[in-house]
């Protein structure tokens, strides 16, 4: 019995979770640490341009000292480096609002900017017949 218990203590608890951006897609997983966070395998101090490196930040920095219980490894692909940014943003603040389980957290993200937890759900329209893009149309001329 007591085999059992000592094994459950022993076990780590993960979690996975994603975020999203136009066509950016993030995935992170969030485990014991000492508060690591790597993006596509390099740490968040090496990202570049220093305007998504900002981003990505901000929920760090909002959420403090709770940050330092944890190791989070964001995977993200697709996308231009502003939605991809966004993304890792989106993955971040869920693990971390997951992991910490507080409804504090959640409000702060929530009123700071709600994209951080709400993804935005607008979308590139379609392009149609009759016309280079999804609205304009070729020009007709009768005169």
């Not at 981003?55 to 760090?60: C, H, N, S, V």
């Not at 389980?101 to 709400?118: G, I, N, P, V, W």
Request: hydrophobic share 35%; charged share 35%.
């Amino acid at each position: 019995m007591e085999r059992c218990d000592d094994y459950l203590s022993e076990r780590k608890r993960l979690i996975i979770v994603s975020g999203k951006r136009k066509t950016a897609i993030a995935k992170a997983v969030v485990k014991p640490g000492v508060g690591k966070v790597t993006v596509n395998g390099y740490p968040i101090e090496a990202i570049h341009p220093e305007i998504a490196r900002e981003k990505i930040k901000e929920p760090l920095l909002l959420a403090g000292d709770k940050v330092r219980t944890m190791d989070i490894k964001i995977k993200v692909d697709g996308g231009g480096f502003m939605s991809q940014a966004e993304a890792v943003r989106m993955a971040l603040v869920r693990g971390l609002v997951k992991w910490t389980r507080s409804a504090q957290l959640t409000r702060l993200f929530s009123q700071y900017e709600r994209t951080m937890l709400a993804g935005d759900p607008r979308r590139s329209e379609s392009k149609k017949f009759g016309g280079p893009g999804p609205r304009r149309r070729k020009q007709k001329s009768y005169r």
